[in-house]
């Protein structure tokens, strides 16, 4: 598990709260005279900092009143918005005018770079080309596949032996290792075997700061004095530099190797995605310099890792909550798949793993429904920000000052009763069918993916991991809650769990 924002020593980070709360002021007392701060002005960063640890919650009971306001900061401000027709101007009709922009990049730049999702304009646009051809390749479609079900079948066998030993699980930290263990192989073609404990140290510390990073940087969004003690190597950016050094240190070896395994083995091209790009690399080697894979790989990492990870979390705890949900999950197994009789239920979890072909996997409208439901109400990335460019008028007439960043918020727009009915606070898969049949929505009304140019290029790929795990994990186990264990997320780029996670009793299906 990650270093937790909460588990450290944040004297020095706090500290600063009075230098923020003396600018802020100097900053409504200017904006109140010339005009510039556009009403409903919610709350300042004063507020944000104070309700850091329930974040998502601090906003949403501001979007209960308004759908779109402000929060002042003391050179800008952050404005919020659950409209979609907002979203739909920002990610795709104004497109050029919401950019990622410097404040963006400068904040996710040591772990991110200049990768896909740090970066604007013709970098944007060469990666976006590039990426979007090796997503659509058989090649990796059916390689993904064989490692999803390789590490589901691990992941299945592994609670099987805590069953064995009358355990409890704590799903949150088995996921995070399993989906590492999947994309390392999918995005470097390494084995680091996390999820089975043989991994080396080296691995085991690259895995660890790579969760330590994602927490941290979140910080970096509220906390204005983040550069400054960067200069100073004080206060958290001492955690951010040493675990982006563990990060480096492993991906730049790796990189390395596969360089030299690429150019001994000619025209063979492992199917991983290092592998894939070094091999262009031979052809333009100027332009895939080690740092430009480097940026892709863990851009890659950062999305489709994390992403399914914490997404299957709260699918496990919602499913707990359930149980009719739960039956129409199993239910629909069982329909699609049919299974020997007299097998061990290790060979049956392997057997079963075989069944899950595409053609089953798109088959599965209640599974995909359920999960879609879950990412409505705990979606992946709960807040999604860009900086405006130019002076604007958003579809609602809030007007929006250069120099603003404008945020559309998944996890307030899932639980809009404007959206979504009287019912959108309930876990209600049943909303996404008709006759059976997954109904897609609008992606600037469901925007756990994005939409618009931005829109995710590995929707389809999460799907398919999340669809074999919980899947494979439905159909052999019974999950419970564990008694007083209060669940309940942290602050993060994704929506992970606190550092408890999410701990269950289990029990095999045996029939």
């Known amino acids: 598990m990650s270093v937790l924002p909460e588990t450290m020593d944040w004297s020095i980070d706090y500290a600063t709260a009075s230098i923020v709360l003396a600018l802020l002021v100097i900053f409504l007392f200017k904006m109140k005279w010339s005009g510039d701060l556009c009403p409903p002005v919610a709350a300042t960063v004063v507020g944000l900092i104070i309700n850091f640890k329930r974040i998502h919650d601090f906003l949403f009971d501001h979007h209960r009143r308004y759908k779109t306001y402000r929060i002042a900061y003391p050179t800008f401000s952050y404005v919020f918005t659950t409209d979609p027709a907002n979203v739909e101007h920002i990610l795709r009709f104004n497109f050029a005018n919401y950019v990622k922009g410097k404040f963006n990049h400068d904040i996710l730049e040591d772990l991110l770079g200049d990768g896909i999702f740090s970066v604007d304009g013709e970098q944007w646009r060469q990666q976006r080309k590039i990426a979007s051809f090796e997503f659509s390749t058989k090649v990796l479609k059916d390689f993904s596949s064989v490692v999803f079900r390789e590490n589901a079948v691990k992941l299945s066998k592994i609670l099987l032996e805590a069953y064995g030993t009358k355990q409890t699980v704590e799903m949150q930290g088995l996921l995070l290792k399993s989906t590492m263990d999947a994309i390392c192989k999918l995005g470097f073609g390494v084995e680091i075997n996390s999820l089975s404990n043989t991994n080396s140290g080296t691995e085991a510390s690259f895995a660890k700061a790579f969760d330590t990073a994602n927490a941290m940087l979140f910080w970096r969004h509220v906390d204005l004095a983040w550069k400054l003690k960067r200069y100073f190597n004080i206060g958290s950016e001492v955690t951010v530099k040493e675990s982006i050094k563990t990060v480096d240190d492993f991906v730049y070896k790796v990189i390395q190797k596969r360089r030299r395994e690429v150019s001994v083995q000619n025209s063979y091209v492992k199917p991983d995605m290092l592998s894939r790009f070094i091999a262009l690399s031979e052809k333009q080697p100027e332009n895939y310099s080690d740092k430009y894979l480097r940026d892709i790989i863990l851009n890659f990492m950062i999305a489709g890792r994390d992403t399914t990870a914490v997404t299957l979390c709260w699918f496990f705890h919602l499913l707990c909550k359930n149980p009719d949900v739960e039956g129409k999950l199993l239910q629909e197994n069982r329909d699609l798949v049919k299974e020997n009789e007299c097998v061990s239920i290790e060979e049956s979890i392997s057997m079963f793993s075989q069944s899950l072909t595409h053609a089953v996997l798109d088959k599965m409208h209640y599974l995909h429904a359920a999960l879609s439901e879950v990412l409505r109400l705990h979606p992946a990335v709960p807040v999604n920000g860009k900086y405006v460019v130019s002076d604007d008028i958003l579809p609602d007439g809030f007007k929006i000052k250069k120099g603003d960043m404008i945020n559309y918020v998944p996890f307030s727009m899932g639980r809009m009763t404007y959206l979504w009915g009287s019912d959108a606070e309930e876990f209600k898969p049943e909303r996404w069918l008709q006759n059976g049949i997954f109904q897609p929505q609008s992606p600037f009304k469901f925007t756990a993916f994005q939409a618009g140019p931005r829109i995710c290029l590995g929707k389809d790929f999460a799907y398919m991991q999340m ?40 029990e095999p299906r045996l029939d």
């Open 467 to 506: 669809k074999i795990f919980a899947a494979m994990l439905v159909r052999f186990f019974k999950f419970e809650a564990v008694e007083g264990k209060e669940v309940k997320y942290r602050p993060s780029l994704t929506l992970h769990m606190t550092e408890d996670g999410l701990n269950l009793r289990l």
